[in-house]
């Protein structure tokens, strides 16, 4: 599977953001696919995740509330709808798909799109 990732950007504190990942090669409607992210300086950590069937969706305790993830089967793409963005959230932010999906998933991953809030 790959994966493509966009959409990152520099915003201000406040803004809101629209990440994609489009998922290609084999099977892609067969995997979980999810976020993560890596502050500068700190370990990469998990953002959120959907079940391949988008019927249930995961989420890091730091962005409970403020972000949503979706996939869109047709389009072999997942979302992540970031609200309300803070200078904390300023990361590289990565798509990976697994076939289970949770904080564990690593079996793919995506080049990293950069989000910047600026304070």
């Known amino acids: 599977v790959q994966l493509q990732a966009s959409g990152g950007g520099l915003v201000q504190a406040g803004d809101s953001l629209r990440l994609s990942c489009k998922a290609s090669?084999?099977?892609?409607?067969?995997?979980?696919l999810g976020w993560f992210r890596q502050a500068p300086g700190k370990e990469r950590e998990f953002v959120a995740a959907?079940?391949?069937?988008?019927?249930?969706?995961y989420y890091g305790d730091s962005v409970k509330g403020q972000f949503t993830i979706s996939r869109d089967n047709a389009k072999n793409t997942v979302f992540l709808q970031m609200n309300i963005l803070k200078p904390e959230d300023t990361a590289v932010h990565y798509c990976?798909?697994?076939?289970?999906?949770?904080?564990?998933?690593?079996?793919?991953w995506g080049q990293g799109t950069l989000v910047t809030v600026s304070s």
């Open positions: 990976a798909a697994d076939r289970i999906a949770g904080p564990h998933m690593s079996d793919y």
């Open positions: 090669g084999r099977s892609p409607e067969d995997y979980a």
């Open positions: 959907v079940t391949w069937s988008g019927s249930s969706t």
